[in-house]
């Protein structure tokens, strides 16, 4: 078995959550890789600051003066102003002949994909030197969607590379587009201009002032929608993206507020380890969470590297040197309340993690009724019952070896329905039941999280869903819990 590198091993350790996090969604098919500048630069590709300088030097086009007048204007305005200036001067053909909108438009996508792979390395030099696009790889493989907001086509170039089949990929630029494939899914939502004339290409590319205002406009008409489900159901790794993209900052925003549980991982770069300050890195960090649900990680090309490396090996051999290296890969949240306190209703907000609901199986007829109003047969039936599905619970939770657990309801729950005088026979007879009596079980430890509500909002959402209970008694129940869960040796 191969042992983790130094690199593995510390970023295994830093970002343990993460790396489990990531690598459930990956084995799921549901982590996706959204690409940006930063992914090309290394294959070749010029930034967008020096691809606009290159395409004003062009003799075609010859607008170094316009350009360098203009140099205060944003990026996207400046590029705008060199495209009329070209489009002014091939208003007419040779012979007089006007030409169209579309003919125009074409000569220039020419000149851009002239300039954009003017020094764009063979695919055999990108496979081999790219810093860490390859271990990447089988995550884009496996993924139904990667995002790739560059023009260029290298991601496909060395997929269809590694292919003997033919072409496994599909690439795509219409967001209402229904794709042919399940999985290796290309999507270029700024449009795709491909190295080699015959390929397919988008017909327009988002490169100008105009066609970014628009597709912020068009996102906000829902032209996006595809994208922001995808945002919104996938777990996403964000690589060479600076977050200046209006569209995406919006989509990103939406999602956040649309699904307040659901969390993408963004990697700033790093050129070294010692860029930023630790407080520099927390303000970026809460920045980046609070606005768009993003947690951001600080890595340098090697490192990101060795994040692709971790996320897709084998899972006996990450679980191994986990172990050697005595690294948690379980975590487990309880959450706790009284009833109506709005336990099931958070959790639901966390799909993208491992949650388990309040009970395994389905409910019993005694569970909806007031705990002091049943008979003492009842009474046993429901603690029998209640002690079955904790012990199912724990089992499930004892035999997870890693993951991010939310679990409604903990252990101890059951002592807010028993009177003062039996709470501690209680806890020993939940214990019993859940242990049993083998001397390697316990209580699965984890992180208690209590939910506070208000008595009478309580009230209303216990009867909703068939529970008899009032606000005195809800508010009691409250208390107790307050008072069992108040001890540090609970977690």
Known sequence: MARLTGIQKRLLQEYTRAIVHMRKRFVDSKLSLVFGAGISKDCGIPEWTKLIDNLAKDKQVRGEKLLKKNKSRPITSRTQVLFHHYAAKRFTGKRGQQLSDGEVKNEWRNIVRKHLYKNGKTIDDVKNNHPYLTSFLKIVMRSPITVNYNFDDYIEQILQSESTTGRIYETIWDPQLQTKFNNCVIYHPNGFLPKHKMERQSEGLVFCEDEFADQLIESMA?????????????????????????????????????????????????????????????????????????????????????????????????????????????????????????????????????????????????????????????????????????????????????????????????????????????????????????????????????????????????????????????EEMQKTLKNVYKSESVA
């Not at 050697?324 to 959790?347: D, F, H, P, Q, R």
Request: hydrophobic share 35%; aromatic share 12%.
């Open 222 to 474: 829902g032209r996006y929608a595809a994208l922001l489900h995808h945002y919104s159901q996938k777990t996403c790794l964000f690589l060479g993206l600076s977050l200046e993209d209006s569209t995406l900052k919006h989509l990103l925003r939406q999602s956040s507020t649309l699904n307040p549980g659901h969390y993408h991982y963004y990697v700033a770069f790093q050129n070294s380890n010692h860029g930023l300050s630790t407080k520099e890195k927390k303000a970026i960090f809460d920045a980046n969470f609070n606005l768009y649900n993003l947690i951001t990680l600080f890595f340098t090309a090697e490192e990101i590297n060795e994040l692709g490396n971790l996320l897709t090996i084998q899972e006996d051999q990450f679980i191994s040197n986990a172990s050697i290296e005595t690294i948690n890969l379980s975590y487990c949240y309880y959450i706790v309340g009284s009833i109506g306190a709005g336990k099931s209703t958070m959790i639901s907000h966390f799909r993208n993690l491992t949650t388990h609901d309040e009970w395994p199986d389905f409910r019993i007829s005694e569970l909806g009724k007031d705990w002091k109003k049943l008979g003492k047969r009842q009474k046993q039936k429901v603690d029998n019952w209640i002690a079955s599905q904790f012990c199912k619970k724990n089992k499930t939770l004892q035999d997870a070896v890693q993951g991010i657990h939310i679990i409604d309801r903990a252990p101890l729950d059951p002592i807010a329905f028993t009177e003062p005088s039996e709470r501690a026979s209680k806890a020993q007879f939940l214990f019993d039941n859940i242990c049993g009596t083998q001397d390697s079980l316990s209580v699965k430890s984890g992180h208690v999280i209590f939910l506070y509500g208000d008595p009478k909002v309580m009230e209303e959402r216990a009867k909703s869903s068939g529970k008899e209970y009032d606000t005195n008694q809800l």
